[in-house]
């Protein structure tokens, strides 16, 4: 069998702000996720899958009106009229809205019950569904501790929106672990939760396809769902398939050692006109950032508004309809005088000392990391305990910091000639 994987499709998403930009193609982005949807029923159609798999957040939380949910309905009737089924389970931002609950979804779509986890069975397909939804937008509890045994000679898979056991820039919700997906023996796990693809494990294959279309700049690169393709029960391949009408690309431009405005513009337009061409003929949102310790700095800061301005018209003449600029950020810094480094490294030495000492006595360690715990208790559960956990009251967490420091302040040492 074939079906497609997909996930927070966050339909109608606001995009709030986009009124602000001179220029935006407000109506183009604002679109963007429903012609993404469209796209994946198209896919759906053109491979005659099996089945589609949602894993949650198909809306963005409370609607403007009932259009959005009659889209979405529309278009999976569309994979009704093909007999195609398609389980669906709420996400955070699905359980946030109250007229999601009383929308009449075609008899094809199966919306997984939020109270208790639960199966379904297509015994005439070769394939079994355990899945659980949110009832509300913060859940805590691990959901996939009172998921069902596998159902025997059928492939299993297991559907759910979740933080699995941490991820960057994610709210830990519905939180499990790799080895708990293991143990219930499924033989795949569609997830859903995180914007960013990640095939997270093969044995079994666990599966985040990412969203299905980005929606700011934090969001880059391609969007889609994953095909996933089966046989005799077992997975023989999982392709990341882009299903997105809009691309956005955060462009960094490094202009080390760069002297001259020209210079910087031939530079700009190296990553303008590769960021357009991995657009593949979709719209290419580009945020450009300068970084880098440069000669030209100071001019950059004296003509922002002309650098900025210069720069939109380089992304029009490239792309034309096709690019839009969305911001400009110039992140670069002055070239130190030889003044300023002998002064940081006295500074940089006298505080390599200090952290040596620190780091070699566990009653100071101890001391610190309690004068660190208010905000340590304030910090989110996410950001204290997830793949990167930052926990500044954790005496083991501050001296691997200062271990860092310590490597970063000799890395500055031993060459001055870095800023």
């Known amino acids: 069998m074939k079906f497609i994987h997909a996930a927070d499709i966050h339909l109608d998403s606001p995009l709030r702000g986009l009124e602000r930009y001179e220029g935006a193609p407000v109506d183009a982005l604002r679109g ?8 994946l029923v198209d896919l759906a159609l053109d491979e005659a899958v099996t089945a589609v798999l949602l894993a949650g957040d ?3 939380g409370d609607w403007k009106d009932y259009n959005t949910g009659l889209f979405f309905a529309r278009q999976m009737e569309r994979l009704r009229a093909a007999d195609i089924p398609v389980f669906a389970v709420a996400g955070n931002h699905d359980a946030v809205s109250q007229i999601t609950r009383r929308l009449r979804l075609p008899e094809n779509v199966h919306l997984f019950a939020t109270r208790a986890p639960e199966t379904q069975v297509r015994e005439d397909l070769g394939f079994a569904v355990h899945g659980q939804g949110f009832a509300s937008r913060a859940v805590s509890e691990d959901l996939t501790r009172a998921y069902p045994a596998p159902c025997s000679g059928l492939f299993n898979i297991g559907l759910l929106h979740t933080s699995l056991d941490g991820r960057p820039d994610h709210d830990t919700y519905a939180p499990c672990s790799r080895d708990g997906l293991r143990t219930l023996g499924y033989d795949y796990w569609a997830l859903g939760h995180v914007h960013r693809h990640e ?3 093969e044995s079994p294959w666990i599966v985040f396809p990412g969203n299905l279309q980005g929606r700011h700049a934090r969001e880059t690169g391609p969007k889609g769902c994953c095909l996933v393709e089966v046989e005799d029960e077992r997975v023989q391949r999982v392709e990341p398939r882009a299903l997105d009408v809009a691309r956005w690309f955060d462009c960094r431009v490094d202009l080390s050692a760069v002297a001259s405005l020209e210079e910087v513009y031939a530079r700009a337009e190296q990553r303008l006109s590769a960021a357009l061409e991995s657009a593949d003929g979709r719209l290419a949102a580009v945020r450009l950032r300068f970084a880098g310790v440069c000669a030209v700095h100071s001019r950059l800061q004296a003509v922002q508004d002309h650098v900025i301005n210069d720069c939109r018209a380089l992304a029009n003449a490239l792309g034309g309809e096709a690019m ?32 040596r000492d620190l780091e070699l006595d566990d009653e100071r360690l101890e001391r610190l990391s309690a004068e660190f715990s208010d905000l340590a208790a304030k910090l989110p559960p996410e950001i204290r305990r997830g793949d990167e956990p930052c926990d500044p009251g954790s005496p083991a967490f501050l001296r691997h910091s200062l271990a860092e420091a310590q490597e970063l302040l000799l890395a500055r040492l031993l060459d001055p000639g870095e800023p």
Do not use: H, N, Q
Request: zero cysteines; proline letters at 2%; hydrophobic letters at 45%.
């Open 32 to 39: 963007a996720t429903r012609r993404a949807l469209e796209s």
């Open 324 to 355: 839009w600029l969305e911001k400009v950020l110039i992140e670069t810094r002055r070239e130190p005088s030889a003044a300023e480094r002998l002064i940081r490294d006295e500074a940089f030495g006298s505080l390599l000392s200090v952290i």
């Open 58 to 60: 198909l809306y963005d």
């Open 199 to 201: 095939i997270v494990d």
